[in-house]
């Protein structure tokens, strides 16, 4: 196994890195490496040393802080547990983090890889991990069989160590980078609405250490029009993420009140076109490979600089030296970052709040609709909520493909094919995710012939997509045809005779009828 070693101050520190993570997983199944990740620690608890695990997109870490005795007792322990999973802990686990993952808040980044890649590879980020809602041990353990291998890892240190861990490891093969295949769909430079509280912008663009600088010009630019210029934004910020051995994302994110986002979304479109056409000015560039010099001598870059080397490991590519990548920043000039974002803006998707409205005509809007509609038997609403949801909503259940359609233009088409997870609900209703994120929600109470096509679903699904997802809301939000229907106008109740009331009121006439035939009388004769 690859050893990387780092003079880092303090107390030692160890890393164990395998190449596998969230976008290695299947939609259905997303969480595994969560599971081993958390089973391999389970039984440690309490220790004289620090320890934990994280899982990231492409990479799973093990970290531990200690004496020398400390770090090869965690990494002995650790490799045990990952050749012979505590499996009795796998439900109490899968709920424990189920129970954080209900903490976690979503992110401007999940958002815009699962706009761009859909249900699978890099967009699995933004969704849920459905294997902690079914966990399963024998898909556990062979997850772990195949991706914890001594071939797949890499291991750091803070320092040398005279006696290194013993990391007995079942042999395996290297992984490749997780593949990257975009939604069929989308067509970029795009938007799209999603629920941020604020303004994403992603790129994508092979590796460098040019693109990474292009980013953190493109926040200076944002930050000072939107924060010190318009006061429109507090927080302006830029990150990158490698996506493998070949291409990188960047992000670019700026916050604002819901009133003022559409200002932000024009602003950060000057930035670009700025940029686009001038470049940064002489003076930022110096500035920005001074301020690369000066964090060589930041406490925490010896281990940021193993981190990074751990990650070209993983990804078979080979990491520049501090000088070689000082001095690849030094040559490009502002023209050569200007061309650099021209070269990438087609790559770009945009995330919005749904209340902004994107005018510029260079962003194209995500689909949010099929084009395709299956063709096989139509059912048709069981009881509509009005004669026009009657005549337009229709479903299609096909024998390669099924569509939801609710009006002109209004179509989801999942072929089963594509579908990679599907949600099993307690009621007998089905939501449906496709590859490229389509979204089709089936209630068979909905539709005449409801069970006759709930029946004919389940036999063309894929196998091993179905997900528990326990009781639906209530009210349920997706409901086509309500269950109670109000009763005829003409249907009224017979009403009941109050015969006590009805001889009193008579009596009452029959008094007020004889006073006044009497006054009438006695006035007759003047």
Same mark, same amino acid.
């Given at each position: 196994?690859p050893i ?7 107390v030692?520190?160890?890393?164990l ?5 969230r976008?290695?997983e299947a939609?259905?199944w997303a969480?595994?490496?969560?599971l081993v990740?958390?089973l391999?620690?389970?039984s ?14 492409? @990479?799973t870490l093990f970290y531990v802080?200690g004496t020398?005795a400390h770090?090869?007792e965690?990494f002995?322990?650790?490799?045990e547990?990952l050749?012979?999973?505590?499996l009795?802990r ?5 709920r424990l983090?189920e129970? +954080?993952?209900?903490s976690?808040?979503g992110?401007?980044?999940g958002?815009?890889l699962?706009?761009?890649y859909g249900?699978q590879?890099w967009?699995l980020i933004?969704?849920?991990?459905f294997?902690? @809602?079914h966990?399963q041990?024998d898909r556990v353990?062979?997850w772990?069989?195949d991706?914890?291998t001594?071939?797949n890892?890499a291991?750091g240190?803070?320092e040398?160590?005279d006696l290194?861990?013993?990391l007995d490891? @079942?042999?395996g ?9 975009p ?11 999603e ?8 790129f994508v663009a092979?590796h460098?250490v040019?693109?990474?600088a292009l ?5 200076r ?5 939107l924060?010190?210029?318009e006061?429109?934004?507090y927080?302006v910020?830029s990150a990158?993420?490698?996506?493998g051995h070949e291409f990188?994302h960047?992000?670019?994110?700026a916050?604002g009140?819901p +009133? ?5 979304l024009n602003?950060m ?5 700025e ?7 002489e003076? +930022? ?12 001598d930041n406490?925490?870059w010896?281990?940021a600089l193993?981190?990074s080397?751990l990650t070209? +490991? ?9 000088d070689?990548a000082?001095a690849?920043l030094?040559k490009?000039?502002?023209?050569d ?6 070269e990438i803006?087609p790559?770009l998707?945009?995330?919005v ?7 510029d ?20 609403l @069981? ?9 337009m ?5 096909g024998?390669?493909?099924i569509?939801?359609?609710q ?11 594509e ?7 307690d009621?007998?209703s089905?939501?449906l995710?496709?590859?490229d994120?389509f979204?089709?929600?089936v ?7 409801g ?7 389940e036999q063309?699904?894929?196998n091993?997509?179905l997900?528990?997802?326990g ?7 997706e ?13 009224k109740r017979p009403?009941r ?5 009805a ?7 029959l008094?007020?009828l004889?006073?006044y035939?009497?006054i009438?009388?006695?006035t007759?004769?003047r």
């Amino acid at each position: 196994m690859p050893i990387y070693t780092a003079e880092a101050p303090g107390v030692r520190q160890a890393v164990l890195a395998f190449r596998v993570g969230r976008a290695d997983e299947a939609l259905a199944w997303a969480g595994l490496t969560h599971l081993v990740e958390h089973l391999a620690l389970s039984s440690f608890k309490e220790q004289p040393y620090a320890y934990g695990g994280q899982v990231e997109g492409a @990479r799973t870490l093990f970290y531990v802080q200690g004496t020398d005795a400390h770090i090869r007792e965690f990494f002995q322990r650790l490799c045990e547990n990952l050749r012979a999973l505590p499996l009795d802990r796998l439900a109490a686990e899968a709920r424990l983090l189920e129970t +954080e993952a209900q903490s976690r808040a979503g992110s401007a980044l999940g958002s815009l890889l699962a706009t761009r890649y859909g249900c699978q590879g890099w967009g699995l980020i933004g969704y849920p991990e459905f294997a902690l @809602r079914h966990p399963q041990a024998d898909r556990v353990r062979a997850w772990a069989d195949d991706w914890f291998t001594a071939d797949n890892a890499a291991l750091g240190l803070s320092e040398p160590m005279d006696l290194p861990p013993v990391l007995d490891l @079942r042999p395996g093969r290297r992984m490749a980078s997780p593949a990257l295949t975009p939604v069929s769909l989308l067509r970029t430079p795009a938007w799209t609405n999603e629920r941020e509280p604020g303004l994403g912008m992603g790129f994508v663009a092979p590796h460098s250490v040019r693109f990474s600088a292009l980013l953190r010009v493109l926040e200076r630019h944002g930050r000072s029009r939107l924060r010190f210029g318009e006061g429109l934004s507090y927080d302006v910020s830029s990150a990158t993420l490698r996506l493998g051995h070949e291409f990188a994302h960047g992000t670019v994110w700026a916050d604002g009140l819901p +009133e003022n986002l559409s200002k932000v979304l024009n602003g950060m479109l000057a930035v670009l076109d700025e940029v686009m056409e001038k470049g940064p000015s002489e003076e +930022e560039l110096h500035d920005d490979v001074e301020a690369v010099r000066k964090s060589v001598d930041n406490p925490g870059w010896p281990m940021a600089l193993l981190d990074s080397q751990l990650t070209h +490991e993983l990804f078979g590519t080979t990491m520049p030296t501090v000088d070689e990548a000082i001095a690849e920043l030094e040559k490009p000039t502002p023209a050569d970052y200007a061309a650099l974002l021209r070269e990438i803006f087609p790559s770009l998707l945009t995330i919005v709040p749904p209340e902004v409205a994107v005018l510029d005509p260079r962003l194209t809007a995500v689909p949010a609709w099929s084009t395709e509609e299956a063709r096989g038997t139509v059912y048709r609403l @069981r009881a509509a909520t009005s004669v026009v949801a009657q005549q337009m909503t229709t479903l299609t259940v096909g024998d390669t493909a099924i569509s939801l359609r609710q009006g002109p233009g209004k179509l989801v088409t999942i072929p089963y094919a594509e579908c990679v997870a599907a949600l099993a609900w307690d009621d007998g209703s089905r939501t449906l995710l496709s590859r490229d994120s389509f979204r089709l929600h089936v209630r068979p109470r909905d539709w005449k012939g409801g069970a006759e096509m709930a029946k004919a679903l389940e036999q063309r699904l894929p196998n091993d997509v179905l997900v528990p997802a326990g009781p639906r809301p209530n009210p349920d939000p997706e409901v086509l045809s309500p269950d109670s229907v109000p009763a005829p106008a003409s249907a009224k109740r017979p009403r009941r005779v109050d015969w006590t009331r009805a001889l009193v009121t008579l009596f009452t006439g029959l008094v007020m009828l004889g006073i006044y035939l009497t006054i009438k009388a006695v006035t007759a004769g003047r």
